[in-house]
Structure formats: structure tokens, C-alpha cells
């Protein structure tokens, strides 16, 4: 097993290797499997082409769409799906009370402002996407008696949450005072929060994208924030990222920006490691590994 590129994630993530029973090569032609250790692709089919007996590659993090034209089935890969689900639900909890709040606004603001908010007791929450993100939010919500609906591909349940498929978005959007994205960035959820679905938000509700910036159509939420179509947004990710200076979300009261600070490099660095470790383990054993990428499905 070999770990490539050599950054501040190497050395940990070597000892993790070496400790569930799996031999360290240099030479990457000798290995059986590779840890990535770089959300930048940069190099990796440099790598593939010159050890063709690798059977498993194992990517840092969650989201991997930098990496799905290197996908062959002829391989295994995984990616760390789940394990950052607690942190970005925390960032997502917070940026709807931010943003129902009003907190935003007050932070802002050089005078007393008139208080209205909306409390999230008892509201509609709607996430979109099934993964961990929304499994942790879910029991992040719990205690605030939230209606939470989630909309998922698979359409199957997940306890603490009404389930809704993709074509009933509307009912999952209506009465909704915050509208979560916590779903994969594929070539079938790019740009497809637009304008139209913006417009089947309740104009009070708040737009949380905890998610890829690629998956909302920028211009148009200028435009639906700039109109007061929906309540406001609150990103932690952008398109473009980072977001330009003069940028004009920048200059939007109803808007919070927070600079992809979901899952840092200290807050992700220990569930990787445990990840690496546990799947390699589990590679020595011949056991199925976790986080599988689908191949067809692009995560």
C-alpha cells in the first residue's frame, strides 16, 4: 500500500495504514492500494497509468467530483462518506438560526433593527439529500421538534424525517422556513437550484447550502434575494469559490456567506484518519470496505 501526494496528512495517515496490518511501499508499482491524500487530482493519472495492479484507491473526502473521470470499474474506490457528517451539520444548524434569526442582519447592522425573525420550533425543515449531512442534522433538529422532510433519490426512509422522491419537490419545499442542501454535485444536481425552484420557496424561507456552490445557479439567487423571493441564503460554499471581492452577494443584507468552513483540515483530519485505518483493515482482511463510490451514480 502506498500514500500519495506527500503533504501534512501523510505521516498520520501512514501510521494509521501501518497499524491495521498493512505493509508501506514507496514505489507505488508494488502496491495494491493507494490512500490519495489530496482533494486536487493533480497527478493521480500520472499514478494510475504506471501501476495498473492497483485494485484500491481511497480519496479524502466525501465530495469526489474532481475525480469521477479517473472512476473505472476495474477498481475499487472509496471516499469518505459519512464521516464529516457531524461538523457540516453543526455549520448548517447554525447558519439556519443565523439566518431565521435575523443574526446576520443585527451583526451588521450600525443601529437597533425591528425584530422579525422566525423561530425554527416546530417549523418545516427540508433537506435535500440523504447522506450523513442530513442523518446528523436530523438529530440535530430533534430537540427543536422540527417537521423535517428529506428528498432523496433512493426515496427510502431514514428515521426522524418524512421522505419525499425528487419529483415531488414542490410539497417538500412548500411551508418549509429553511431549505438545506446536503447532496452530491453530479451532472444531475448541477445548476439545479434555479430560478424555478427558487420560486417554490416560501418567501420567508431561507436557502442553507452546506453542499458544492455548483449546485445553485448564482445569477438566479442574486436575483430571487435581490426581489425578497425568498427570505434569504446562507453558503458555506459559493460558484464561484472562493467568491470574488465585490461579488454581489457580498453586498446582500439577506445573505451569509461563510468561507467553506463546514469541515476544516483540523476538524477532518481524526475521522479520516479513523476511515484510513479502519479500511485498510479491513482491505488486509479482504472485507468489504466503507464508503464505496458508485460508479454509475458519480459518488
Known amino acids: 500500500m502506498t500514500l500519495l501526494p506527500e ?3 501523510t505521516s498520520q495517515l501512514r ?12 514505489d507505488v508499482r508494488r502496491a495494491k492500494a493507494l490512500i490519495w491524500c489530496s482533494p486536487d487530482p493533480s497527478g493521480l493519472a500520472a ?8 485494485e484500491w484507491i481511497q480519496l479524502p473526502f466525501a465530495g469526489v467530483e474532481r475525480f469521477v473521470t479517473f472512476f473505472s470499474e476495474d477498481r475499487v474506490w472509496t471516499a469518505a462518506k459519512g464521516i464529516y457528517g457531524p461538523a457540516v451539520a453543526e455549520l448548517a444548524l447554525a447558519l439556519i438560526l443565523a439566518g431565521l434569526r435575523k443574526i446576520g442582519s443585527f451583526a451588521r447592522a450600525s443601529s437597533w433593527l ?7 420550533w416546530s417549523a418545516k425543515v427540508t433537506i435535500i439529500g440523504g447522506g450523513g449531512i442530513a442523518r446528523s442534522l436530523i438529530d440535530l433538529l ?5 417537521d423535517v422532510v428529506v428528498v432523496r433519490r433512493s ?11 425528487a419529483d415531488r419537490m414542490a410539497d417538500a419545499l412548500a411551508g418549509a422556513a ?4 446536503a447532496l452530491p454535485l453530479t451532472k444531475e444536481t448541477e445548476r439545479s437550484v434555479d430560478a424555478k425552484f427558487l420560486e417554490l420557496m416560501d418567501p420567508a424561507a431561507w436557502l442553507v447550502n452546506v453542499a458544492r456552490g455548483g449546485i445553485v445557479v448564482t445569477s438566479d439567487l442574486v436575483t430571487a434575494l435581490r426581489r425578497g423571493a425568498i427570505g434569504g441564503a446562507a453558503l458555506d460554499v459559493t460558484d464561484p469559490e472562493p467568491l470574488p471581492d465585490g461579488h454581489p452577494l457580498w453586498t446582500l443584507d439577506n445573505c451569509i456567506i461563510t468561507p467553506h468552513a463546514a469541515n476544516t483540515f483540523q476538524l477532518g483530519t ?5 476511515l484510513v485505518k479502519e479500511n485498510a483493515s479491513r482491505f488486509h482482511r479482504c472485507e468489504p470496505l466503507l464508503g464505496r463510490v458508485d460508479i454509475d451514480a458519480g459518488y
Not at 429553511?178 to 442542501?181: C, I
Open 155 to 165: 426515496g427510502a426512509g431514514i428515521e426522524g424525517a418524512r421522505v419525499e422522491p
Open 142 to 146: 430533534a430537540p427543536f421538534n422540527c
Open 15 to 26: 501510521a494509521a495504514v501501518s497499524a491495521a496490518g498493512c505493509e508501506v511501499v514507496s
Open 114 to 120: 425591528p425584530l422579525d425573525q422566525t423561530s425554527l
Open 178 to 181: 429553511a431549505v438545506v442542501l
Open 7 to 9: 503533504n501534512e496528512l
Open 270 to 274: 481524526a475521522p479520516l484518519v479513523a
Open 47 to 54: 499514478v494510475l497509468q504506471a501501476a495498473p495492479d492497483l
